[in-house]
C-alpha cells in the first residue's frame, strides 16, 4: 500500500526538542521530495519544510529556519524533521507530505506537536 | 512570498446545486517553460490530512469524482462541484506550489443548506 506513516509527536516545554519521523512504502521514495507542513488548531495549512530526493537541498520557512532540520534516509524510506527551541507558536498538527514536480498528493495521517510548560 | 486568498470564507448549498470557491494569487503562477499553472486544490474533512482534488489548476486527480472541476489561469483560479454530494461538506484549500513557501488559502468551509 502506498502510503506515509508518522511517528513522534508529543508534549514538550517551551525551549526543547521534538523529532518527527516519516516512513514511506509502497512507492520509490527516493524519487521524491519530501515536505512538511503544519496546522495549528482550527487554523489553516502551513508549509514548513522541504527535502530533495537525495538529502543534498533543504529549505525551511521564515519562522523555522535556524531551529528546525529537515534530513531523509533513503535506506529506510524515512524523512525526518528534528525540532529544536520549540516556542509554544509551533504547537500543531505536523504533516509530512511527498512531490515529484507537481501537487502534494500523499500525505502522512499526522501528528501532534504541543509546546507547554 | 505569493499570497493566496479564497472566497467566499465559507458556503451553504443545498444538495445537488453547484458550489464555486475561488483562489486568488498575490502573483501569477503560470509557468511559461511549461506553459502550466502551479495551483492545486485540496479538501480536508475532521481529523484527516489533507486530500488533493486538482493540480496544474484543472487536471482532476485520479479517483476524484468528475464533479469537481478546476479552471483560471494567471492568478485567478475556481473550484467547481458541479452537483453537491452529501460527503462534499469539507474545507478546501488552494495552494500555490510555483515557489517556496508553497502557501495555501486561508480555507473556505462548505456546507449543505
Known amino acids: 500500500e502506498v502510503q506515509l506513516v508518522q511517528s513522534g509527536g508529543g508534549l514538550v516545554q517551551p525551549g526543547g526538542s521534538l523529532r518527527l519521523s516519516c516512513a514511506a512504502s509502497g512507492f520509490t521514495f527516493s524519487a521524491y521530495w519530501m515536505h512538511w507542513f503544519r496546522q495549528s488548531p482550527g487554523k489553516g495549512l502551513v508549509w514548513v519544510s522541504r527535502?530533495?530526493?537525495?538529502?543534498?537541498?533543504?529549505t525551511y520557512a521564515d519562522s523555522v529556519k535556524g531551529r528546525f532540520t529537515v534530513s531523509r534516509d533513503n535506506a529506510m524510506n524515512t524523512v525526518f524533521l528534528q525540532m529544536d527551541s520549540l516556542r509554544a507558536e509551533d504547537t500543531a498538527l505536523y504533516y509530512c507530505a511527498r512531490n515529484w514536480g507537481s501537487a502534494f498528493d500523499l500525505w502522512g495521517q499526522g501528528a501532534m506537536v504541543t509546546v507547554s510548560p | 512570498d505569493i499570497v493566496m486568498t479564497q472566497s467566499p470564507d465559507s458556503l451553504a448549498v443545498s444538495l445537488g446545486e453547484r458550489a464555486t470557491i475561488n483562489c486568488k494569487s498575490s502573483q501569477s503562477v503560470f509557468y511559461n517553460f511549461n506553459n502550466q499553472n502551479y495551483l492545486a486544490w485540496y479538501q480536508q474533512k475532521p481529523g484527516q490530512p489533507p486530500k488533493l482534488l486538482i493540480y496544474w489548476a484543472s487536471t482532476r486527480e485520479s479517483g476524484v469524482p468528475d464533479r469537481f472541476s478546476g479552471s483560471g489561469s494567471g492568478t485567478d483560479f475556481t473550484l467547481t462541484i458541479s452537483s453537491l454530494q452529501a460527503e462534499d461538506v469539507a474545507v478546501y484549500f488552494c495552494q500555490q506550489y510555483f515557489s517556496s513557501p508553497y502557501n495555501f488559502g486561508q480555507g473556505t468551509k462548505l456546507e449543505i443548506k
Open positions: 527535502v530533495d530526493s537525495d538529502g543534498s537541498s533543504t
